[in-house]
């Protein structure tokens, strides 16, 4: 993925500099590269060629790039192979002939998500002692293969999912739950697979880059357990408005009727190996590069961004109204990257999405001041309920607003933040990027 400025056009209008750090951070995070560079590390490692098989399941938003990059590398070494993604090219399986490719649902897993599930698991099954199969796992992936266990049904899975996501829940939250209600996550996958080998290489979208957590970690120990996903309902109050049987499950989990997930330590995982090829320290440090190229005094901003998206978004817009304030003639333009995952609470039917909301609350911070730019962007070009990927605002923005009638304060309160950068054209849209590894946030001043 060699990411020009083309796919943000939208950036450009306002910052010719912005469009070409996010273009840098965006271009780490290239899954064909990343693959190769991975597979290149494995083989050092240990020789692939002992394996008498190889097979590849590649899953998630960058599956198709991911899937196409060990094709290419590995060729006929691959046993036939899975590629699960969400939105992919009508050509796609041409693009890979020797591998069944399938469309499955996200963010709330649907009929094809346990479709692909079961495919996976019937292919695994191929394998035995002598053999290793490739996981290819990037964002998404855990919506996209999913089998709830017994008892559940798909609906009933649907309504963890949503309700989690709406209260505001983390991602190492909502896949604590996840990891029980499933069949596949919390290393189950891997015990499926055994007695082959499970060599995973891991496109991360979670901060901090928790094997366990990303994807729900389908081939990795999960050290979580039954108590801690009825703990994450308890804390969000959801015990009560959930499905009989979903609570009913977790309970004989607790009580030890339903075994537990494979934990560290455990000798399936002995001859496994996972490996984190791309994330968003990486990409960071790529827009840092880029910023410094261009000329600004640049730094990157710890810690990463968490929390609910308008109340970072305040904290980031004061930040660089403070900073604007005290920049004096003649001095160097400065950068400031941030990065990480916002949540948004919502109290109704919104159309937005987490960068759009902490965009607009930064707006509010800075409305007036000179000379200043904050871009919020989505590495893989889906904010929320919207078709947008984040928005850029300036000093201007309100009051661009406001000439149109239109009051920001409003637009916040019901989450409407598309609405709102739609209205004032500074959302940004790129469509999918084919990479998931988490938000960043760009922040620039000017020379005055």
């Not at 996958?189 to 994807?215: K, M, Q, W």
Request: hydrophobic share 40%.
């Amino acid at each position: 993925m060699n990411v020009t400025s083309d796919i943000f056009h939208d950036v450009t209008r306002y910052s010719v500099s912005g469009t070409a750090i996010l273009a840098a951070a965006l271009t780490s995070a290239d899954p064909q590269q990343a693959v190769a560079r991975g597979l290149s590390s494995l083989n050092q490692e240990f020789d692939l060629s002992r394996y008498a098989k190889i097979g590849l399941v590649s899953m998630g938003k960058a599956a198709l790039p991911m899937a196409l990059s060990a094709a290419r590398i590995l060729g006929t070494r691959i046993e036939a192979g899975l590629v699960v993604g969400k939105v992919l090219p009508e050509n796609a399986d041409r693009q890979l002939p020797t591998m069944k490719v399938l469309r499955s649902d996200h963010p709330v897993p649907g009929k094809a998500s346990i479709h692909a599930a079961e495919d996976i698991l019937h292919y695994v099954d191929g394998f035995d002692c002598h053999d290793a199969v490739l996981f290819l796992i990037s964002g998404g992936a855990s919506a996209l293969v999913t089998l709830p266990a017994s008892g559940i049904s798909l609906e009933q899975m649907q309504s963890v999912t949503s309700s989690l996501l709406a209260c505001g829940a983390s991602i190492n939250e909502i896949n604590a739950v996840r990891k029980h209600l499933d069949w596949i996550k919390g290393g189950q996958l891997a015990a499926r697979t055994a007695p082959a080998a499970s060599l995973s290489l891991i496109l991360s979208d979670v901060l901090g880059n928790p094997l366990d957590v990303i994807a729900s970690g389908p081939t990795v120990p999960d050290p979580t357990t039954f108590h801690d996903a009825l703990s994450v309902l308890d804390k969000y109050n959801l015990a009560a408005k959930l499905p009989e049987p979903v609570l009913d499950h977790l309970k004989r989990g607790v009580q030890g009727e339903i075994a537990e997930t494979p934990k560290p330590g455990d000798p399936l995982f002995e001859k496994n190996r996972t490996e984190i090829i791309g994330s968003l320290e990486q990409s960071m440090q790529a827009a840092h590069h880029e910023a410094g190229r261009l000329g600004y005094t640049s730094e990157i901003l710890s810690p990463l961004v968490t929390g609910e998206a308008r109340e970072q978004g305040k904290r980031l817009g004061e930040f660089l109204r403070a900073k604007a304030l005290e920049q004096k003639p003649g001095e160097s333009k400065r950068c400031w990257i941030a990065g990480g995952e916002t949540t948004v609470t919502l109290t109704g039917d919104g159309a937005g999405g987490r960068n759009q909301e902490l965009a607009l609350a930064a707006a509010l911070e800075l409305d007036g001041v000179s000379g200043v730019t904050l871009i919020t962007f989505t590495t893989d070009g889906e904010d929320g309920r919207s078709p947008a990927a984040g928005a850029v605002v300036t000093g201007k923005t309100c009051e661009t607003a406001r000439q149109s009638g239109l009051n920001a304060h409003e637009f916040l309160a019901g989450h409407n933040s598309y609405l709102f950068f739609k209205a004032v054209d500074s959302a940004i849209v790129t469509g999918p990027t084919g990479t998931n590894v988490n938000d960043l946030v760009v922040m620039l001043i000017e020379q005055p």
